[in-house]
């Protein structure tokens, strides 16, 4: 209960500063319908609820299979059993993130059903096995991330060229709303696992963070490649549904949860049997440690179920109205909301807590967590606020922001201690996490709705991929301000003499 308790806490401090901020517009610039705003509020406690038990769950159950996962690939020591296991477990872990759902149903509903979730949710899940498939090989083979990050990302910028701006803003959300708190445990757990295949501590240490990183690229590559081969070349999307005027209150959320709770069973149950295979063959678990990685399946199903309910039915519609009746009324305005959106979002997601500490250790406590939480919340909401510029001037193309923030992420891995450098792709999913997925990309294509000369399709979204850049830079930069201010005192940077 304690430990429930826990995550009732983080999830509550995440979910509260936007519920704030949307209460503090309702009595001053955007004020709602009284059933939007009441729908707003349930949909807040079912998404506190249900993220708090869903990320129990994942604690209780998933995580605990991941570093099973992890231990048996690396007792096996055969290459093409960890290929083949982490083509199928990236595939299977990546269906069921609630983040990449949400995502996938923003496309459909914009799309009117032209790019479907099922077929978001498939081709990114593919990419996203199959990356994580080279992911591992990788480390088993000492392959330097920074050169493995440069390929890929030139791979990336070669296919961006085939790749339509419709697409162009999807790939690269899908990035961020993969990464999210079902897959970034999971696969942090198979990738400590794996690492223990190497003998040199050191290497096993730098090699245990990256592995988000590149699994991340995938989702990328995956819709670019959807996007040179669709037939589809031009398409259109509005949001008339989602502003549309409703007067009911609880039938939404009953609506939607019996299609919602069929899709989460059908999301988890390969990863069931997954488990359930390798109890039989291999894990050998006692019975009470089934039964709780049973229980916590139990836990992430509810859990599941109840925030994808109250994203869908109540959290997500007041976004878009939002979003559209600022930008109505004042264009600046959409940019200073959408910093701070960015700034408390970061501050409160529960992940970059995680991140931060683990940063701190690395560092014996030279690098205080306070300062990367400052550095990654200040960069969060420029990245919103960049979003949301980029609506308001048409002329600014989202590809104008990515190109230059990779090349410098690119550039700074070669001057930037190995260790920073995986932590820093590893952390893009870290910041782009629910809220993100949720209210501030119902924020962005609400303002892209209003704003004469937007496009929902390619300016609506693109925010989580802004998010989800920031810290590959922000983390990079203090690594190496790191590196150079150790280099006085003669400061080993987690291993390595820097």
Known sequence: MNILLDKFKEVLFAVLPITVIVLILNFTLTPLET???????LGAVLIIFGLSVFLFGVDLGINPIGALMGSTLAKSNKILVVSVAGLVLGFFISVAEPDLHILAGQVDSVTSGLISSVSIVTIVSV???????????????NIPLYKVLTIVYALIFLLALFTSAEFLAISFDASGATT???TVPFILSLSLGISALKKDSKA?????????????????????????????????????????ESTRIISPFLQKMPAIAKEVFLALLPLVLIFLVFQKISFKLQKKAVRRVVKGFIYTFIGLIS???????GFMEVGSVVGHDLATKSQPLVVVVGFALGLVTILAEPAVYVLTQQIEEVTSGYVKRKVVVFALSLGVGFAVALAMLKIAVPQIQLWHYLLLGYIISIVLTYFTPKLFVGIAFDSGGVASGPMTATFILAFAQGAAEAIEGAHVLIDGFGVIAMVALTPLIALQTLGLIFKIKSVKGGIKVGGEQP
């Not at 059933?35 to 509020?41: A, C, N, T, W």
């Not at 990419?127 to 083979?141: K, N, T």
């Not at 925030?307 to 039915?313: E, I, M, P």
């Open 204 to 244: 096993s240490e730098k090699d245990s963070f990256g592995l988000v990183g590149i699994v991340s690229t995938g989702a990328i590559i995956a819709v670019m490649v959807m996007s040179v081969f669709s037939e589809t070349k031009s398409l259109t999307g509005n949001l008339e549904h989602h502003v549309a």
């Open 127 to 141: 990419g996203i096995g199959i990356m994580l498939s080279f992911g591992l090989v990788r480390i088993v083979y």
């Open 35 to 41: 059933s939007v705003l009441i729908r707003f509020l």
């Open 180 to 182: 999210g708190a079902m």
């Open 307 to 313: 925030f994808l309910t109250g994203v869908n039915a």
